[in-house]
């Protein structure tokens, strides 16, 4: 009988360790699910305000060259000036980089001798860093020719790029973000307005 009673107390402590171990596992299981559920939520958010932060910033480039009464190196700079400072004086939550640090990229690219202001034009975007171009947008082919003074009257165009690494506050893991976006100032309607549109290509003469 004492054999008994005491197999059944070693039983009862054995079916308590297991719970414990059981309990420990679970909430571990539950901690990194809930982690991966919030840090997707960030990560959408993030994703979002790079995005409104690119569009503002195209905008703004197309409304204030397109709006210029002269096509000249001023009103180009004062267009990359317009998105410039919205791109750099803005924050995506979250983010343990400023995107002013990205500011040197942007006026790395800056040229106001250059046709539309741009110093360089590659034929395929850089994957990081600041990039705004502005040029001609051909409505067919969906195409910023930078290489082409158009009309006081043309349809501008400007083109914001950039990607930001992130330290996630859930993960502790390094995320990237990337943003992209064009506008163009359309003489077509009126009252003349500029608006956000799609890009396939960016060609440099």
């Known amino acids: 009988m004492r054999w008994r009673n005491q197999n059944q107390r070693v039983m009862s402590q054995a079916r308590g ?24 939520g960030w990560m959408n958010l993030c994703r979002s305000e790079a995005k409104v932060i690119a569009e503002s910033a195209a905008l703004a480039a197309a409304r204030a060259w397109g709006s210029a009464a002269t096509d ?35 006026a790395a690219n800056n040229d106001a001798s250059a046709t539309n202001n741009n ?28 290489g082409t003074v158009p009309a006081t009257a043309a349809r501008r165009g400007c083109l914001v790029q950039f990607t930001l690494s992130m330290t996630s506050p859930f993960t502790s ?11 163009v100032w359309d003489p077509a309607v009126s009252p003349n307005r500029s608006r ?5 290509a960016v060609t440099c003469p």
């Open 72 to 106: 000249n190196a001023a009103a180009r700079t004062a267009a990359k000036a317009a998105a410039g400072v919205l791109v750099t004086g803005s924050t995506v939550e979250g983010s343990s980089v400023p995107l002013a640090a990205l500011s040197a990229a942007l």
């Open 196 to 200: 956000l549109v799609s890009l396939s």
């Open 17 to 40: 360790g297991l719970a414990v171990i059981w309990l420990i596992g679970s909430a571990a299981l539950i901690i990194a699910a809930l982690s991966l559920v919030l840090e997707t």
């Open 173 to 183: 893991a390094v995320r990237t973000v990337s943003a992209r976006a064009v506008a």
């Open 119 to 146: 110093a360089v034009c590659p034929s395929a975007l850089p994957a990081v860093n600041t990039v705004v171009l502005l040029g001609d947008f051909d409505s067919t082919s969906c195409v910023l020719a930078s």
